[in-house]
């Protein structure tokens, strides 16, 4: 007799308010992940202490685990007891769901295919931080948000899915990370839905999807 399939257990990594990690729980909940991918949140951990997306967290019912790195003396110590942490929940997948830490190659290699993040920018336009302020700056008449899978550059490696806005004239800093934000809400929660499903699938370095019409892939609103 075979097997049967393991389940998907998820990790999502946070350092903060927790809105996109709210997002990914809501979306497991209310599109049943469970049923319909076998898929269930694990484990909540945060590189900071008593961050909102720990309570939000045990909202849900979600075992948190803090590992604090002001108590680490390099990223080397700190990034292996992440991986212990995280690997106690045998992840299939793990989500840096506005984890604010720049992880160390060893990190990204021990996780290779099966790390994501989220970066409220339309990649490759502004890696790193203040990327609403940068997009105004430089003036740009499309702005957006980025799922895609962690490599050893930061900000970069394969694009899981996107979503785009145009920048009003009258946008501030503020104005602009509201509606980002909000787009990240919807586009988070998809593309990890499109992970677990099978319908995009990294291969050989590229993101191959499948069995995904043109408007859901292209899709801007939540
Ligand atoms: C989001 O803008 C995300 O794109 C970035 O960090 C922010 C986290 O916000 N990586 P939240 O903690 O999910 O509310």
Not at 130 to 157: K, M, N, S, W, Y
Request: glycine share 8%.
């Amino acid at each position: 007799m075979s097997e049967p399939p393991s389940p998907k257990n998820i990790v999502c990594l946070i350092s903060g308010r927790g809105s996109n990690l709210e997002a990914i729980l809501r979306a497991a909940r209310e599109e049943n992940w469970a049923d319909i991918a076998d898929a269930h949140i694990a484990a909540v951990v945060s590189n900071r202490p008593a961050v909102g997306g720990l309570a939000i967290a045990r909202d849900y019912g979600v075992p948190t685990r803090v590992l604090d790195h002001t108590g680490y003396s390099s990223r080397e110590a700190f990034d292996a007891d992440l991986g212990a942490a995280i690997d106690a929940f045998d992840p299939a997948l793990v989500i840096l769901a506005g984890f604010l830490r720049v992880l160390t190659p060893a990190f990204v290699a021990r996780y290779a295919g099966r790390l994501i993040n989220i970066h409220p920018s339309l990649l490759p336009a502004f890696p790193g931080l203040a990327t609403h302020r940068r997009a105004i700056e430089a003036g740009v008449r499309v702005h957006g948000a980025t799922v895609h899978f962690v490599t050893g550059e930061l900000d970069a490696g394969p694009i899981i899915g996107q979503a785009a806005l145009a920048v009003d004239p009258a946008d501030t800093e503020e104005s602009l990370a509201a509606r980002v934000l909000a787009m990240e809400h919807a586009l988070l929660p998809r593309c990890v839905r499109w992970l677990l499903t099978g319908a995009v699938r990294l291969e050989n370095g590229r993101v191959a999807v499948r069995g995904l019409s043109r408007q859901e892939l292209l899709r801007c609103e939540p």
